[in-house]
Protein backbone atom coordinates (compact mmCIF):
# COMPACT_ATOMS: atom_id res chain seq x y z
CA UNK A 1 0.00 0.00 0.00
CA UNK A 2 1.26 2.60 -1.21
CA UNK A 3 1.21 6.39 0.98
CA UNK A 4 2.57 8.86 -0.85
CA UNK A 5 4.14 10.13 -3.90
CA UNK A 6 7.46 12.47 -3.37
CA UNK A 7 8.34 14.41 -6.41
CA UNK A 8 12.25 15.43 -5.96
CA UNK A 9 14.10 18.33 -7.55
CA UNK A 10 11.80 17.65 -10.46
CA UNK A 11 13.30 20.15 -13.40
CA UNK A 12 11.05 20.22 -16.78
CA UNK A 13 12.67 21.64 -20.18
CA UNK A 14 10.68 22.43 -23.19
CA UNK A 15 13.86 22.25 -25.55
CA UNK A 16 16.22 25.42 -23.77
CA UNK A 17 13.26 26.67 -22.46
CA UNK A 18 12.92 25.89 -18.92
CA UNK A 19 9.38 24.97 -17.80
CA UNK A 20 9.72 24.22 -14.21
CA UNK A 21 13.60 24.73 -12.64
CA UNK A 22 13.20 22.23 -9.49
CA UNK A 23 10.54 21.96 -7.46
CA UNK A 24 9.93 19.46 -4.78
CA UNK A 25 6.68 18.20 -2.73
CA UNK A 26 5.10 15.32 -1.96
CA UNK A 27 1.35 14.30 -1.51
CA UNK A 28 -0.29 11.61 0.36
CA UNK A 29 -3.25 9.42 0.39
CA UNK A 30 -6.33 10.19 2.30
CA UNK A 31 -5.07 14.32 1.97
CA UNK A 32 -6.05 16.88 -0.65
CA UNK A 33 -2.80 18.37 -1.55
CA UNK A 34 -2.77 22.15 -3.69
CA UNK A 35 -0.85 23.36 -6.24
CA UNK A 36 -1.27 27.35 -6.98
CA UNK A 37 0.21 29.69 -9.24
CA UNK A 38 -0.34 32.13 -11.57
CA UNK A 39 -0.73 31.43 -15.49
CA UNK A 40 2.69 30.27 -16.59
CA UNK A 41 4.24 28.94 -13.54
CA UNK A 42 4.63 25.51 -14.50
CA UNK A 43 1.63 23.48 -12.75
CA UNK A 44 0.33 21.67 -15.75
CA UNK A 45 3.76 21.14 -17.19
CA UNK A 46 4.79 19.41 -13.46
CA UNK A 47 1.54 17.25 -13.50
CA UNK A 48 2.00 16.09 -17.27
CA UNK A 49 5.45 15.27 -16.01
CA UNK A 50 4.57 13.23 -12.59
CA UNK A 51 2.11 11.14 -15.40
CA UNK A 52 4.61 10.86 -18.03
CA UNK A 53 3.66 12.76 -20.96
CA UNK A 54 6.64 14.85 -20.70
CA UNK A 55 10.29 13.51 -19.77
CA UNK A 56 11.72 14.97 -16.51
CA UNK A 57 15.15 17.07 -17.22
CA UNK A 58 16.47 15.99 -13.95
CA UNK A 59 15.01 14.98 -10.60
CA UNK A 60 13.01 12.01 -9.42
CA UNK A 61 9.33 11.10 -8.99
CA UNK A 62 8.57 8.34 -6.47
CA UNK A 63 5.92 6.42 -4.67
CA UNK A 64 6.88 5.86 -1.24
CA UNK A 65 5.44 2.88 0.44
CA UNK A 66 6.46 3.95 3.67
CA UNK A 67 9.40 0.96 3.91
CA UNK A 68 9.85 0.83 -0.10
CA UNK A 69 10.48 3.85 -2.63
CA UNK A 70 9.08 2.86 -6.63
CA UNK A 71 11.13 5.09 -8.69
CA UNK A 72 8.63 6.03 -11.68
CA UNK A 73 10.34 8.85 -13.35
CA UNK A 74 11.03 6.66 -16.49
CA UNK A 75 8.24 4.93 -16.59
CA UNK A 76 5.60 5.14 -19.52
CA UNK A 77 1.99 6.48 -18.96
CA UNK A 78 0.12 3.39 -18.87
CA UNK A 79 2.88 1.77 -16.38
CA UNK A 80 2.47 4.48 -13.97
CA UNK A 81 -1.75 4.17 -14.63
CA UNK A 82 -0.65 0.46 -13.34
CA UNK A 83 1.31 1.67 -9.93
CA UNK A 84 -2.22 3.77 -9.48
CA UNK A 85 -1.21 7.16 -10.43
CA UNK A 86 -4.03 8.83 -12.39
CA UNK A 87 -4.37 12.11 -14.24
CA UNK A 88 -7.60 14.19 -14.97
CA UNK A 89 -6.06 16.48 -17.93
CA UNK A 90 -6.83 19.91 -18.44
CA UNK A 91 -9.64 20.82 -20.50
CA UNK A 92 -11.25 18.04 -19.44
CA UNK A 93 -10.20 15.72 -22.40
CA UNK A 94 -13.93 13.74 -22.69
CA UNK A 95 -14.00 12.39 -26.09
CA UNK A 96 -16.80 14.36 -27.44
CA UNK A 97 -18.50 11.41 -30.26
CA UNK A 98 -18.08 8.40 -27.68
CA UNK A 99 -21.03 8.00 -25.25
CA UNK A 100 -20.95 8.82 -21.50
CA UNK A 101 -20.13 4.53 -21.13
CA UNK A 102 -17.36 4.04 -23.83
CA UNK A 103 -15.73 6.92 -22.26
CA UNK A 104 -15.83 5.25 -19.17
CA UNK A 105 -14.60 2.53 -21.08
CA UNK A 106 -11.78 3.55 -21.82
CA UNK A 107 -11.03 4.68 -18.62
CA UNK A 108 -11.24 1.28 -17.70
CA UNK A 109 -8.69 0.50 -20.73
CA UNK A 110 -5.48 -1.39 -18.47
CA UNK A 111 -8.35 -3.53 -16.57
CA UNK A 112 -9.21 -6.80 -18.33
CA UNK A 113 -11.42 -8.30 -15.66
CA UNK A 114 -15.07 -7.68 -17.12
CA UNK A 115 -17.04 -7.50 -13.64
CA UNK A 116 -14.58 -5.59 -12.12
CA UNK A 117 -15.13 -3.33 -15.12
CA UNK A 118 -18.92 -3.28 -15.25
CA UNK A 119 -19.20 -3.11 -11.18
CA UNK A 120 -16.96 -0.16 -11.84
CA UNK A 121 -19.20 1.71 -14.11
CA UNK A 122 -22.00 1.37 -11.60
CA UNK A 123 -20.20 2.82 -8.72
CA UNK A 124 -19.47 6.02 -10.88
CA UNK A 125 -22.70 6.48 -11.55
CA UNK A 126 -23.27 6.39 -8.19
CA UNK A 127 -21.16 8.77 -7.49
CA UNK A 128 -22.06 10.79 -10.42
CA UNK A 129 -26.03 9.96 -10.26
CA UNK A 130 -26.36 13.05 -14.05
CA UNK A 131 -23.63 10.24 -15.61
CA UNK A 132 -26.15 6.88 -15.39
CA UNK A 133 -28.38 9.39 -16.25
CA UNK A 134 -26.96 10.12 -19.31
CA UNK A 135 -24.73 6.77 -19.91
CA UNK A 136 -25.91 6.62 -23.54
CA UNK A 137 -25.72 10.20 -24.14
CA UNK A 138 -22.74 11.42 -26.21
CA UNK A 139 -20.26 13.03 -23.68
CA UNK A 140 -19.45 16.51 -26.52
CA UNK A 141 -23.30 17.21 -25.56
CA UNK A 142 -22.96 16.87 -21.84
CA UNK A 143 -22.83 20.35 -20.18
CA UNK A 144 -19.37 21.49 -18.86
CA UNK A 145 -19.81 20.75 -15.29
CA UNK A 146 -21.11 16.86 -16.61
CA UNK A 147 -18.02 16.58 -18.38
CA UNK A 148 -16.05 17.35 -16.21
CA UNK A 149 -17.46 14.72 -13.22
CA UNK A 150 -17.34 12.48 -16.03
CA UNK A 151 -13.56 12.91 -16.23
CA UNK A 152 -13.03 12.48 -13.17
CA UNK A 153 -15.49 9.63 -13.00
CA UNK A 154 -13.72 8.05 -16.16
CA UNK A 155 -10.18 8.81 -14.32
CA UNK A 156 -11.51 6.59 -11.53
CA UNK A 157 -11.88 3.95 -13.66
CA UNK A 158 -8.73 2.72 -13.29
CA UNK A 159 -8.69 2.17 -9.74
CA UNK A 160 -6.03 4.83 -8.83
CA UNK A 161 -4.34 5.73 -5.13
CA UNK A 162 -3.50 8.61 -6.33
CA UNK A 163 -5.47 11.19 -8.40
CA UNK A 164 -4.17 14.38 -10.39
CA UNK A 165 -6.71 17.07 -11.46
CA UNK A 166 -5.70 19.80 -13.52
CA UNK A 167 -8.08 22.46 -13.41
CA UNK A 168 -10.74 21.13 -12.33
CA UNK A 169 -12.96 24.29 -12.11
CA UNK A 170 -12.04 25.76 -15.65
CA UNK A 171 -14.35 27.61 -17.07
CA UNK A 172 -17.83 26.44 -14.95
CA UNK A 173 -20.18 27.96 -12.51
CA UNK A 174 -19.01 28.58 -8.94
CA UNK A 175 -22.10 26.28 -7.42
CA UNK A 176 -21.00 23.44 -9.98
CA UNK A 177 -17.35 23.80 -8.67
CA UNK A 178 -18.65 23.60 -4.80
CA UNK A 179 -20.08 20.42 -6.12
CA UNK A 180 -16.93 19.10 -7.60
CA UNK A 181 -14.93 19.75 -4.83
CA UNK A 182 -17.44 18.16 -2.21
CA UNK A 183 -16.49 14.90 -4.35
CA UNK A 184 -13.04 15.20 -3.86
CA UNK A 185 -13.58 15.45 0.12
CA UNK A 186 -15.42 12.20 -0.55
CA UNK A 187 -12.67 10.77 -2.68
CA UNK A 188 -10.25 11.56 0.22
CA UNK A 189 -12.23 10.31 3.05
CA UNK A 190 -12.39 6.71 0.80
CA UNK A 191 -8.29 7.14 1.17
CA UNK A 192 -7.50 8.83 -2.40
CA UNK A 193 -4.39 10.85 -2.84
CA UNK A 194 -5.41 14.20 -4.30
CA UNK A 195 -3.48 16.80 -6.17
CA UNK A 196 -5.20 19.41 -7.04
CA UNK A 197 -4.15 22.13 -9.20
CA UNK A 198 -5.74 25.18 -9.38
CA UNK A 199 -6.33 28.64 -10.65
CA UNK A 200 -9.58 29.31 -7.96
CA UNK A 201 -7.23 29.77 -4.95
CA UNK A 202 -9.69 30.52 -2.45
CA UNK A 203 -12.07 27.26 -2.48
CA UNK A 204 -8.99 24.78 -3.47
CA UNK A 205 -7.19 26.00 -0.33
CA UNK A 206 -10.42 25.92 1.68
CA UNK A 207 -10.60 21.93 0.82
CA UNK A 208 -7.14 21.21 0.56
CA UNK A 209 -4.84 20.32 3.70
CA UNK A 210 -1.37 20.96 2.29
CA UNK A 211 -1.17 23.73 -0.29
CA UNK A 212 2.31 24.80 -2.74
CA UNK A 213 2.40 28.09 -4.54
CA UNK A 214 4.31 27.61 -7.55
CA UNK A 215 5.77 31.31 -9.13
CA UNK A 216 7.44 30.99 -12.73
CA UNK A 217 9.16 27.36 -12.24
CA UNK A 218 9.95 27.77 -8.28
CA UNK A 219 8.17 26.62 -5.55
CA UNK A 220 7.76 30.00 -2.78
CA UNK A 221 5.81 29.06 -0.69
CA UNK A 222 4.28 26.04 1.07
CA UNK A 223 2.01 24.90 4.23
CA UNK A 224 -1.47 24.08 5.27
CA UNK A 225 -4.52 25.11 3.34
CA UNK A 226 -5.66 27.38 6.38
CA UNK A 227 -2.03 28.69 6.82
CA UNK A 228 -1.96 30.38 2.97
CA UNK A 229 -5.65 31.51 3.02
CA UNK A 230 -4.26 33.44 6.02
CA UNK A 231 -0.85 34.62 4.58
CA UNK A 232 -0.78 37.75 3.23
CA UNK A 233 1.37 37.13 0.31
CA UNK A 234 -1.03 34.42 -1.05
CA UNK A 235 -4.00 37.45 -0.52
CA UNK A 236 -2.51 39.70 -1.94
CA UNK A 237 -1.42 37.32 -5.19
CA UNK A 238 -3.83 34.99 -5.67
CA UNK A 239 -7.29 35.81 -3.33
CA UNK A 240 -7.66 40.06 -3.94
CA UNK B 1 -25.75 -3.19 -34.39
CA UNK B 2 -24.40 -6.55 -35.64
CA UNK B 3 -23.89 -6.04 -39.07
CA UNK B 4 -23.21 -9.58 -39.73
CA UNK B 5 -26.85 -10.37 -38.80
CA UNK B 6 -28.39 -12.80 -41.24
CA UNK B 7 -31.13 -11.23 -42.73
CA UNK B 8 -28.83 -8.05 -43.68
CA UNK B 9 -26.35 -10.52 -44.96
CA UNK B 10 -29.04 -12.57 -47.01
CA UNK B 11 -30.04 -8.90 -48.52
CA UNK B 12 -26.65 -8.04 -49.78
CA UNK B 13 -26.30 -11.41 -51.19
CA UNK B 14 -29.19 -11.18 -53.36
CA UNK B 15 -28.78 -7.83 -54.08
CA UNK B 16 -24.86 -8.61 -55.33
CA UNK B 17 -26.19 -11.08 -57.33
CA UNK B 18 -29.39 -9.72 -59.10
CA UNK B 19 -27.17 -6.47 -59.90
CA UNK B 20 -24.47 -8.78 -61.47
CA UNK B 21 -27.06 -10.34 -63.69
CA UNK B 22 -28.69 -7.43 -65.25
CA UNK B 23 -25.11 -6.10 -65.69
CA UNK B 24 -23.81 -9.47 -67.37
CA UNK B 25 -27.38 -10.25 -69.21
CA UNK B 26 -28.76 -6.72 -69.88
CA UNK B 27 -25.69 -3.75 -69.88
CA UNK B 28 -22.86 -3.39 -72.49
CA UNK B 29 -19.36 -3.96 -71.40
CA UNK B 30 -18.81 -0.14 -70.62
CA UNK B 31 -21.21 -0.26 -67.99
CA UNK B 32 -20.26 -3.56 -66.45
CA UNK B 33 -16.47 -2.10 -66.61
CA UNK B 34 -17.64 1.05 -64.93
CA UNK B 35 -19.38 -1.04 -62.31
CA UNK B 36 -15.99 -2.98 -61.58
CA UNK B 37 -14.40 0.86 -61.23
CA UNK B 38 -16.82 1.24 -58.49
CA UNK B 39 -15.83 -1.52 -56.46
CA UNK B 40 -12.27 -1.15 -56.62
CA UNK B 41 -12.37 2.70 -55.57
CA UNK B 42 -14.52 1.64 -52.73
CA UNK B 43 -12.15 -0.12 -51.80
CA UNK B 44 -8.82 2.25 -51.96
CA UNK B 45 -11.54 5.02 -49.85
CA UNK B 46 -12.32 1.87 -47.31
CA UNK B 47 -8.96 2.18 -47.16
CA UNK B 48 -7.88 5.22 -46.38
CA UNK B 49 -10.82 5.99 -44.43
CA UNK B 50 -9.88 3.77 -41.96
CA UNK B 51 -6.81 5.52 -41.10
CA UNK B 52 -7.72 9.08 -41.58
CA UNK B 53 -11.60 8.67 -40.58
CA UNK B 54 -11.35 6.60 -37.58
CA UNK B 55 -7.56 7.37 -36.35
CA UNK B 56 -7.26 10.77 -37.91
CA UNK B 57 -3.81 10.17 -39.15
CA UNK B 58 -3.66 12.12 -42.45
CA UNK B 59 -2.23 10.24 -45.34
CA UNK B 60 -1.61 10.88 -48.70
CA UNK B 61 0.37 7.78 -49.80
CA UNK B 62 -2.60 5.53 -50.38
CA UNK B 63 -1.52 5.35 -54.29
CA UNK B 64 1.86 4.03 -53.25
CA UNK B 65 0.46 1.15 -51.41
CA UNK B 66 -1.93 0.71 -54.72
CA UNK B 67 1.05 0.35 -56.96
CA UNK B 68 3.07 -1.98 -54.66
CA UNK B 69 -0.16 -3.82 -54.79
CA UNK B 70 -0.63 -3.69 -58.48
CA UNK B 71 2.88 -4.48 -59.21
CA UNK B 72 3.63 -7.56 -57.18
CA UNK B 73 0.16 -8.93 -58.56
CA UNK B 74 1.41 -8.65 -61.83
CA UNK B 75 4.58 -9.62 -61.64
CA UNK B 76 4.32 -12.52 -60.09
CA UNK B 77 0.70 -13.93 -62.17
CA UNK B 78 3.51 -13.53 -65.18
CA UNK B 79 6.75 -14.56 -63.89
CA UNK B 80 5.15 -17.31 -61.37
CA UNK B 81 1.65 -18.79 -62.70
CA UNK B 82 1.89 -18.28 -66.35
CA UNK B 83 -0.24 -15.77 -67.08
CA UNK B 84 -3.47 -18.08 -65.67
CA UNK B 85 -6.41 -16.27 -64.19
CA UNK B 86 -7.31 -18.27 -61.80
CA UNK B 87 -4.27 -17.40 -59.86
CA UNK B 88 -5.08 -14.27 -59.36
CA UNK B 89 -7.02 -14.04 -55.76
CA UNK B 90 -3.61 -15.61 -54.63
CA UNK B 91 -1.12 -12.68 -56.40
CA UNK B 92 -3.80 -9.94 -55.35
CA UNK B 93 -3.25 -11.27 -51.93
CA UNK B 94 0.59 -11.50 -52.01
CA UNK B 95 0.34 -7.60 -53.25
CA UNK B 96 -1.58 -6.73 -50.66
CA UNK B 97 1.19 -8.27 -48.25
CA UNK B 98 3.88 -6.17 -49.81
CA UNK B 99 2.54 -3.10 -49.59
CA UNK B 100 1.61 -4.16 -45.65
CA UNK B 101 5.12 -4.98 -45.22
CA UNK B 102 6.10 -1.26 -46.61
CA UNK B 103 3.27 0.07 -44.81
CA UNK B 104 5.08 -1.23 -41.50
CA UNK B 105 8.11 0.35 -42.86
CA UNK B 106 6.64 3.62 -43.09
CA UNK B 107 4.68 3.68 -39.95
CA UNK B 108 7.65 2.69 -37.44
CA UNK B 109 9.78 5.92 -38.35
CA UNK B 110 6.51 8.08 -39.25
CA UNK B 111 4.50 7.84 -36.15
CA UNK B 112 6.30 10.23 -34.15
CA UNK B 113 5.32 12.84 -36.19
CA UNK B 114 1.19 14.43 -36.83
CA UNK B 115 -0.96 16.02 -38.89
CA UNK B 116 0.45 17.59 -41.77
CA UNK B 117 3.84 16.03 -41.24
CA UNK B 118 2.21 11.98 -41.22
CA UNK B 119 1.05 13.50 -44.55
CA UNK B 120 4.49 14.72 -46.11
CA UNK B 121 6.26 11.61 -45.07
CA UNK B 122 3.25 9.31 -46.44
CA UNK B 123 2.74 11.49 -50.16
CA UNK B 124 6.78 10.97 -49.49
CA UNK B 125 6.63 7.21 -49.77
CA UNK B 126 3.85 6.94 -52.58
CA UNK B 127 6.79 9.53 -55.00
CA UNK B 128 9.61 6.83 -54.13
CA UNK B 129 7.48 3.89 -55.31
CA UNK B 130 6.04 5.51 -58.21
CA UNK B 131 9.82 6.49 -59.37
CA UNK B 132 11.01 3.32 -58.41
CA UNK B 133 8.24 1.42 -60.65
CA UNK B 134 9.40 4.44 -63.44
CA UNK B 135 13.33 3.22 -63.08
CA UNK B 136 12.71 -0.30 -63.48
CA UNK B 137 12.38 -1.94 -66.52
CA UNK B 138 11.57 -5.28 -65.79
CA UNK B 139 8.00 -3.72 -65.59
CA UNK B 140 7.97 -1.10 -68.25
CA UNK B 141 9.47 1.53 -66.94
CA UNK B 142 7.55 4.47 -67.73
CA UNK B 143 5.94 2.79 -70.58
CA UNK B 144 4.02 1.42 -68.03
CA UNK B 145 2.94 -2.66 -67.66
CA UNK B 146 1.65 -3.40 -70.40
CA UNK B 147 -0.82 -7.10 -70.83
CA UNK B 148 -1.66 -7.61 -67.26
CA UNK B 149 -3.16 -10.59 -67.00
CA UNK B 150 -7.37 -9.64 -66.99
CA UNK B 151 -10.65 -12.02 -65.31
CA UNK B 152 -12.15 -13.70 -68.44
CA UNK B 153 -15.26 -12.61 -68.86
CA UNK B 154 -17.65 -9.65 -66.36
CA UNK B 155 -18.82 -12.12 -63.82
CA UNK B 156 -15.85 -13.37 -62.65
CA UNK B 157 -14.66 -9.95 -62.30
CA UNK B 158 -17.53 -8.86 -60.93
CA UNK B 159 -17.69 -11.57 -58.43
CA UNK B 160 -14.21 -11.56 -57.01
CA UNK B 161 -13.60 -7.77 -56.58
CA UNK B 162 -17.21 -8.05 -54.86
CA UNK B 163 -15.66 -10.42 -52.65
CA UNK B 164 -12.69 -8.32 -52.09
CA UNK B 165 -15.04 -5.34 -51.48
CA UNK B 166 -17.01 -7.45 -48.96
CA UNK B 167 -14.26 -8.70 -47.06
CA UNK B 168 -12.34 -5.24 -46.49
CA UNK B 169 -16.07 -3.87 -45.57
CA UNK B 170 -16.70 -6.42 -43.14
CA UNK B 171 -13.17 -6.08 -41.47
CA UNK B 172 -13.17 -2.36 -41.34
CA UNK B 173 -16.55 -1.82 -40.17
CA UNK B 174 -16.00 -4.51 -37.79
CA UNK B 175 -12.63 -3.13 -36.68
CA UNK B 176 -14.16 0.58 -36.57
CA UNK B 177 -17.23 -0.71 -33.95
CA UNK B 178 -14.83 -2.83 -31.93
CA UNK B 179 -12.73 -2.20 -28.53
CA UNK B 180 -9.82 -1.28 -30.76
CA UNK B 181 -11.75 1.24 -32.85
CA UNK B 182 -13.17 3.05 -29.69
CA UNK B 183 -9.50 3.25 -28.83
CA UNK B 184 -9.00 4.46 -31.97
CA UNK B 185 -11.82 7.48 -31.92
CA UNK B 186 -10.18 8.14 -28.19
CA UNK B 187 -6.87 9.36 -29.79
CA UNK B 188 -9.02 10.72 -32.90
CA UNK B 189 -10.12 12.89 -30.43
CA UNK B 190 -7.70 13.69 -27.35
CA UNK B 191 -4.43 12.05 -28.04
CA UNK B 192 -3.30 13.13 -24.55
CA UNK B 193 -6.54 11.88 -22.96
CA UNK B 194 -6.27 8.60 -24.94
CA UNK B 195 -2.29 8.31 -23.55
CA UNK B 196 -3.23 9.21 -19.75
CA UNK B 197 -6.14 6.19 -20.20
CA UNK B 198 -3.24 3.77 -20.78
CA UNK B 199 -4.08 3.42 -24.46
CA UNK B 200 -0.50 2.29 -26.47
CA UNK B 201 -1.33 5.63 -28.45
CA UNK B 202 1.61 4.81 -31.15
CA UNK B 203 0.93 0.86 -31.70
CA UNK B 204 -2.95 1.72 -32.52
CA UNK B 205 -2.04 3.83 -35.23
CA UNK B 206 1.03 1.30 -36.62
CA UNK B 207 -1.61 -1.22 -36.19
CA UNK B 208 -4.42 0.71 -38.23
CA UNK B 209 -1.61 1.80 -41.06
CA UNK B 210 -0.92 -2.24 -41.47
CA UNK B 211 -5.11 -2.60 -41.90
CA UNK B 212 -5.16 0.70 -44.15
CA UNK B 213 -2.13 -0.60 -46.13
CA UNK B 214 -3.37 -4.04 -46.75
CA UNK B 215 -6.32 -3.32 -48.53
CA UNK B 216 -4.90 -0.60 -50.31
CA UNK B 217 -2.26 -3.17 -51.71
CA UNK B 218 -5.65 -5.51 -52.24
CA UNK B 219 -6.68 -2.44 -54.38
CA UNK B 220 -4.23 -2.28 -56.35
CA UNK B 221 -3.87 -5.82 -57.00
CA UNK B 222 -7.68 -5.87 -58.82
CA UNK B 223 -6.85 -2.35 -60.13
CA UNK B 224 -3.95 -4.26 -62.52
CA UNK B 225 -6.35 -7.02 -63.22
CA UNK B 226 -9.61 -5.32 -63.90
CA UNK B 227 -8.00 -3.02 -66.15
CA UNK B 228 -4.93 -5.03 -67.72
CA UNK B 229 -2.61 -2.04 -67.99
CA UNK B 230 -1.34 0.44 -65.90
CA UNK B 231 1.96 2.94 -65.37
CA UNK B 232 3.67 4.61 -62.92
CA UNK B 233 1.79 7.84 -63.71
CA UNK B 234 -1.58 5.51 -62.70
CA UNK B 235 -0.21 6.18 -59.29
CA UNK B 236 0.33 9.35 -59.04
CA UNK B 237 -0.61 12.05 -56.12
CA UNK B 238 -3.41 12.76 -58.29
CA UNK B 239 -4.64 8.95 -57.43
CA UNK B 240 -3.92 9.77 -53.64
CA UNK B 241 -5.95 12.28 -53.87
CA UNK B 242 -8.77 11.26 -55.32
CA UNK B 243 -8.69 8.61 -53.39
CA UNK B 244 -9.05 10.90 -50.49
CA UNK B 245 -12.16 12.94 -52.07
CA UNK B 246 -14.02 9.79 -51.55
CA UNK B 247 -13.15 9.27 -48.25
CA UNK B 248 -13.81 12.97 -47.40
CA UNK B 249 -17.42 13.23 -49.15
CA UNK B 250 -18.18 9.92 -48.31
CA UNK B 251 -17.58 10.89 -44.13
CA UNK B 252 -14.67 10.75 -42.57
CA UNK B 253 -15.23 7.65 -40.34
CA UNK B 254 -18.25 6.63 -42.15
CA UNK B 255 -17.79 2.93 -43.98
CA UNK B 256 -20.65 2.76 -45.68
CA UNK B 257 -20.20 6.48 -46.76
CA UNK B 258 -17.03 5.75 -48.34
CA UNK B 259 -18.95 2.65 -50.65
CA UNK B 260 -21.64 5.17 -51.06
CA UNK B 261 -18.97 7.94 -52.81
CA UNK B 262 -17.16 5.87 -54.83
CA UNK B 263 -20.50 5.20 -56.35
CA UNK B 264 -21.46 8.42 -56.85
CA UNK B 265 -18.16 9.71 -58.20
CA UNK B 266 -17.87 6.90 -60.30
CA UNK B 267 -20.75 7.47 -61.73
CA UNK B 268 -20.97 11.30 -62.16
CA UNK B 269 -17.98 11.90 -64.16
CA UNK B 270 -19.55 9.52 -67.20
CA UNK B 271 -22.94 10.88 -66.67
CA UNK B 272 -21.70 14.29 -67.04
CA UNK B 273 -20.06 13.22 -70.31
CA UNK B 274 -22.64 11.64 -72.04
CA UNK B 275 -25.03 14.29 -71.15
CA UNK B 276 -25.68 16.31 -74.75
CA UNK B 277 -23.99 19.77 -74.55
CA UNK B 278 -23.08 19.86 -78.11
CA UNK B 279 -19.63 18.78 -78.29
CA UNK B 280 -18.51 20.57 -75.55
CA UNK B 281 -17.34 18.77 -72.55
CA UNK B 282 -18.71 20.25 -69.39
CA UNK B 283 -17.60 17.64 -67.23
CA UNK B 284 -14.29 18.77 -65.99
CA UNK B 285 -15.96 22.39 -65.01
CA UNK B 286 -19.69 20.70 -63.56
CA UNK B 287 -17.30 18.13 -61.68
CA UNK B 288 -15.37 19.97 -59.60
CA UNK B 289 -18.39 22.78 -58.88
CA UNK B 290 -20.79 19.58 -57.52
CA UNK B 291 -17.80 18.83 -55.29
CA UNK B 292 -17.50 22.33 -53.91
CA UNK B 293 -21.09 23.26 -53.12
CA UNK B 294 -20.91 19.34 -51.76
CA UNK B 295 -18.50 20.64 -49.17
CA UNK B 296 -20.02 23.30 -48.38
CA UNK B 297 -23.10 22.29 -47.71
CA UNK B 298 -21.90 19.34 -45.84
CA UNK B 299 -18.83 19.72 -44.66
CA UNK B 300 -19.13 16.56 -42.74
CA UNK B 301 -19.35 14.51 -45.78
CA UNK B 302 -22.56 12.77 -47.15
CA UNK B 303 -23.22 10.39 -43.66
CA UNK B 304 -20.55 12.10 -41.47
CA UNK B 305 -19.95 9.52 -39.31
CA UNK B 306 -22.87 7.38 -39.27
CA UNK B 307 -23.37 4.01 -40.92
CA UNK B 308 -26.66 3.36 -43.52
CA UNK B 309 -27.28 0.36 -41.38
Redesign the interface.
Known sequence: MANKIKVEHLAINYGNIKAVKEVSFEFKRGEITTLIGANGAGKTSTLKCI?G?LPAKSGKVIIDNGNMHIDITKMT??DR??AKL????EGR??????SVF?NL???A??NKDKKKIAALVEQQYEFFPKLGERRNQLSGTLSGGEQQML?IA??LM?EPEFLMLDEPSLGLAPVIVEQIFDKFVLLKKNGLGLLVVEQNASLALEVSDYAYVLETGEMTLNGTGESLLKDSRVQEAYLS | MNFLAKNKLLFFAISFVVIGAICNFALNSYIQALVVSFMINAIMALSLNFITGVANQFSLGQAGFMALGAYTSAVLTKVYFADQWYFIPLTAFAGALVSTVAGYLVALPSFKLRGDYLAIVTMGFAEIVRVLFLNWDFVGGPRGYNGVVKWPDFLVSYGFTGAALFLTFIVLYHLKISWFGRNLWALNEDEIAAEVMGTPIAKNKRFAFLFSSFFAGLGGALYGHHLGYFSPASFGFLMSVQILIFAVLGGLGSMSGSVLSAGILTALPEILRSLPTGGIDIRMIVFPILLILLMILRPQGLLGRKELF
Open positions: ALPALRALCPGVFPNLDMLGYLARAS
